[in-house]
Nanobody
Framework: QVQLVESGGGLVQAGGSLRLSCAAS????????MGWFRQAPGKERELVAA????????YYAHSLKGRFTISRDNAKNTVFLQMNSLKPEDTAAYSC??????????????????WGQGTQVTVSS
């Protein structure tokens, strides 16, 4: 069992940056593929970025065009999402999620089973 807690959300002007963090409990964090999702009112939930359990593979949604970067620090049981050049359309509730141990399909939304509570990101124009 794993518990996930996000932090770092807030209000930012268009063009600004935020860094989200997701802290995980347990001793097996390094075995989980990790992903960041977002959902805005009236929109479908979207897999924004993901990183493999080994840390050597990453995935990004095409719409981001290189603005976001996912990383993980296994020593701290934490995954990060660096968000740059933020746009109003990035406004959403952002959640981190963990998949099954050693699952190689980090790029698939169906991989993820454990969810954090979410953190709100609001980008003003």
């Amino acid at each position: 069992q794993v518990q996930l807690v996000e932090s770092g959300g807030g209000l930012v002007q268009a063009g600004g940056s935020l860094r989200l963090s997701c802290a995980a409990s347990g001793r097996t964090f390094s075995t989980y593929p990790m992903g960041w999702f977002r959902q805005a009112p009236g929109k479908e939930r979207e897999l924004v970025a993901a990183i493999s359990w080994s840390g050597d593979g990453t995935y990004y949604a095409h719409s981001l065009k290189g603005r976001f970067t996912i990383s993980r620090d296994n020593a701290k049981n934490t995954v990060f999402l660096q968000m740059n050049s933020l746009k109003p359309e990035d406004t959403a509730a952002y959640s981190c999620a963990a998949g099954r141990p050693y699952d190689g399909n980090y790029y698939s939304s169906g991989t993820y089973e454990h969810w954090g509570q979410g953190t709100q990101v609001t980008v003003s124009s």
